[in-house]
Every structure is written in structure tokens, then in C-alpha cells.
């Protein structure tokens, strides 16, 4: 792919075309970025290195729901860089405590188990499973199966793109590993219907981010939860990207009033700042962790610690949740005008929206290249499928310019199309 090709339809000055051919020389070529170069970024906005700005609609996959550099972040983050940094677990440190303790409190739970990235995370939720399975259930040795929705998205490890089903993802890079079964998303009797003995854990998301921003049918949470329930098999839920007050709520889970027995989370766990992830459990699940069988030199450390209690504490006033709803159903009923104006569907759970658009018109990938020229970042997904994710510190007067700009883009193809 030429310089040329990468630049593609956009008016990049010569500062981001050398910054784009330099990266594209030297970084290996896992992304198929959006043709802009950002240099800085301030709550909903960044700035890219020829000074225009545009609003940020994708913030980080939802990594950013606090926004660029929240000063009550950022000055927290200084304080511990000039303390401490990193201990690794063969020590305490002072952060971690009060970060546990209040992570497990936000989630309702009596421990947590700290990672770094959300696939992490994601493994650490499977090998605990297991464990739980064969210590706790009384699984057969080696037989342990977990069960996965199909259109998931949990992650880039070999075990996790194993139960994908997105070929993108996985060509190329098996053999995988065995003890997953696949079943349609949202739909219990299916779920039901592979149960066995040695089933430990269902894993999906209450909401798929990556699959299109896809909601289950209503009630899905709470029948799985008293599938769970009856058939001694672990809720394990993957809130890395609805959890922390996307939705509206602080998990996606609240919405059906269901509490897993696992809480993934991840993301905006780190404010932005920083990788931080966990899992949430109680101790039945994660007492069957012992010294030795799982860690991370990186897992837990005083930096980490110290930004993610900040977060946790940050969302127990309820005031960002609060945004993501009000800021939502404005976004909701705003894109809901323009369906069959060149867009098919639209779905919103709080301030997060997957907007179908017409595959007859334009592709996801030329809409966000379109919405960039008139300054707001969103990513494609599968196609035709726009995610609209803007930091919760936006204005009602930045979601109602993401929405013109929007239908600026849909309704002028539309009217060259019909020419
Ligand atoms: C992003 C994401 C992950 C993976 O997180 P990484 O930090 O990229 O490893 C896992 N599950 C869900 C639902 C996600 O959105």
C-alpha cells in the first residue's frame, strides 16, 4: 500500500503524510488507521500535528469514557510517578490495598485479581473458571468446557481468537485451544442446550462492541443468570468495554439488575492513562487462586493501582453513569431520525451507539473517512457498521454536532446517488 493509498481521500498536509510513511515503514501493519496524525487531546477533543481539531467519537474503545488527560487523572498518575512505579507482587506496595478493596466494593465482590490488558483479564477469568471447575465443581481432570457467543470479541490471544469466529482474526494462526463451545448470541436455550458436567463458565458480553455495538434481546442477562445459577456453571461477563458507566449504568449487567459471578473489566479501568485491567469475583471463585499458579510482573502496580482507584472512585458518585444516560438518549432519539435516510438501524445503550449504514450507499470505512473531513473520529466495524463512542465529559452541543455531521455525510450521498 502506497503513501499515497494510506492518505487516501483527505487533504493530509505534508507534516501527517511524513508521520504516516514514517509509521507505516516501521510499525507493522496490524491497523488500517484512519489517514490523521494526533498530537494532542483534551477532554472530547484532540488535536492532530496540522493544529485542526475534531471530536473524538471513538475514545479509545471506550479506554477514554473519562476523556483526554481529566486533570483529577492526570494529577493523581504525577503524584505516584514521583513515589512509586512498580514493585512487582514480590512485594507489597501501598496503592494496591485501597485500589482492591475499592474495586471490590464498586463490583460487589470479595477480591479482585489485577492484569494489565483486557485480554489478560480475559485469560485470567478462563483459567480461573477451570480451576474453580476442577476444585470446586468437581470437573473430570483435562474435561473443563466453556462456552462462548458467537460474534464475540474478547481479545487478540491465541486461546481467545480461538472461540472467534471473525476469520480476520484468526486465519493463519491456529492450531487453537480445545474446550470452548459456540452458540448463538442471546439466546439462552441454546446455552441450555450444551450444559453438561463439564461446562465451568458461560463468557460473553452484555453488549457487543466490537460485533456492532449488539444488544441481546431483552431478559437474555437475567435467563442467563438463573440458567447459571441452577446449572452451577460461572456468569462470567466481559465488561471491558460496556462496563464503568458507558451504558449508563456502571456495568452493562445493571441494566437487568443481574450480577455474574464474574466481572471482566478493563479499558477504561486505566483512565486512559495506562493499561489496567481485572477480574472481580468472590472467594469461592477466586480462593481457588494460589502463590504461584498466576501473575503478571506488571499486574497490581503502584501506578496502575493508584490511577484505577481514582477511577473506581470517580464512578461511585454515579455522575458520569448519570452523563452517559442523558447525553444517550439524546444521541438515540437524534439517530433514530435518520434511519431510511441511508441508514438501516441504529442501536444505543447509553452514550454508545452502532449505526448500520446502507452498504448500497457507502462502506463504514468511507462514512468515517467522510466524517473526519468535517472533524469528528469514528470507527467502521464489519462492513458497513459505524460505532459512535464519545468520551462522557461531551456536551449536548458535541453530540448534536457528531449527528449533523453525520447525516451531512449520508444525506449528500443519498442526493448524488438519486442524480
Ligand atoms: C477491547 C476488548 C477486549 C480486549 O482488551 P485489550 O486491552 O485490547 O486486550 C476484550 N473484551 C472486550 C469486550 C473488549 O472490548
Redesign the pocket.
Known amino acids: 500500500m502506497s503513501t499515497a493509498d494510506l492518505v487516501g481521500t483527505t487533504q493530509a498536509g505534508t507534516a501527517s503524510a511524513a508521520h504516516i510513511e514514517q509509521t507505516e515503514r516501521h510499525a507493522a501493519h496490524n491497523y488500517h488507521p484512519l489517514p490523521i496524525v494526533l498530537a494532542s487531546g483534551d477532554g472530547a477533543w484532540v488535536t492532530d500535528v496540522e493544529g485542526r481539531r475534531y471530536l473524538d467519537c471513538l475514545a479509545g474503545?471506550?479506554a477514554l469514557n473519562f476523556g483526554h488527560r481529566l486533570p483529577r487523572l492526570i494529577e493523581r498518575a504525577r503524584e505516584q510517578l514521583d513515589r512509586l512505579t512498580l514493585t512487582s507482587r514480590a512485594f507489597y506496595n501501598d496503592q494496591l490495598g485501597p485500589f482492591a478493596q475499592a474495586l471490590a466494593e464498586l463490583t460487589g465482590k470479595d477480591q479482585v485479581l489485577p492484569m494489565n490488558?483486557?485480554?489478560?483479564a480475559?485469560e485470567t477469568a478462563i483459567k480461573v473458571s477451570r480451576k474453580w471447575g476442577y476444585l470446586v465443581k468437581g470437573v473430570e481432570p483435562g474435561k473443563a468446557r466453556i462456552v462462548t457467543m458467537r460474534g464475540n470479541?474478547?481479545?487478540?490471544t491465541t486461546t481467545i481468537i480461538g472461540f472467534s469466529d471473525d476469520e480476520v482474526a484468526t486465519d493463519d494462526y491456529g492450531p487453537f485451544t480445545p474446550g470452548f463451545v459456540s452458540v448463538p448470541y442471546g439466546d439462552v436455550r441454546a446455552v441450555a442446550d450444551v450444559l453438561d458436567d463439564t461446562v465451568v463458565a458461560v463468557l460473553f458480553?452484555p453488549v457487543q462492541?466490537?460485533g456492532g455495538v449488539v444488544l441481546p434481546p431483552p431478559g437474555f442477562l437475567r435467563d442467563l443468570r438463573v440458567l447459571c445459577t441452577e446449572r452451577n456453571v460461572l456468569m462470567v461477563a466481559?465488561e471491558?468495554?460496556?462496563g464503568l458507566a458507558r451504558t449508563g449504568r456502571t456495568f452493562a449487567c445493571d441494566h437487568e439488575n443481574v450480577v455474574p459471578d464474574i466481572y471482566?473489566l478493563?479499558?477504561a479501568l486505566g483512565g486512559g492513562l495506562y493499561?489496567v485491567?481485572a477480574i472481580a469475583a468472590d472467594d469461592d471463585v477466586l480462593g481457588t487462586v494460589r502463590p504461584g499458579t498466576h501473575g503478571s510482573t506488571f499486574g497490581g502496580n503502584p501506578l496502575a493501582a493508584a490511577i484505577g482507584h481514582e477511577v473506581v472512585q470517580m464512578l461511585k458518585t454515579g455522575e458520569f453513569q448519570e452523563r452517559a444516560r442523558v447525553l444517550g438518549e439524546r444521541l438515540a432519539s437524534r439517530l433514530g431520525a435518520l434511519v431510511g435516510q441511508g441508514v438501516l438501524a441504529v442501536r444505543v445503550r447509553g452514550l454508545w451507539a452502532g449505526v448500520d449504514i446502507d452498504p448500497a450507499l457507502m462502506t463504514g470505512r468511507e462514512v468515517c473517512e467522510e466524517l473526519m473531513e468535517r472533524g469528528i473520529l469514528a470507527k467502521d466495524t464489519h462492513g458497513s457498521t459505524v460505532r459512535f463512542a464519545p468520551p462522557l465529559v461531551a456536551t449536548e452541543a458535541d453530540v448534536d454536532l457528531l449527528v449533523s455531521a453525520l447525516e451531512d455525510v449520508v444525506v449528500t450521498r443519498l442526493h448524488r446517488s438519486r442524480r
Open positions: 474503545y471506550s490488558s483486557g485480554a489478560e480475559v470479541f474478547h481479545g487478540r458480553e462492541g466490537e466481559d471491558i468495554q460496556s471482566v478493563g479499558k493499561p485491567s
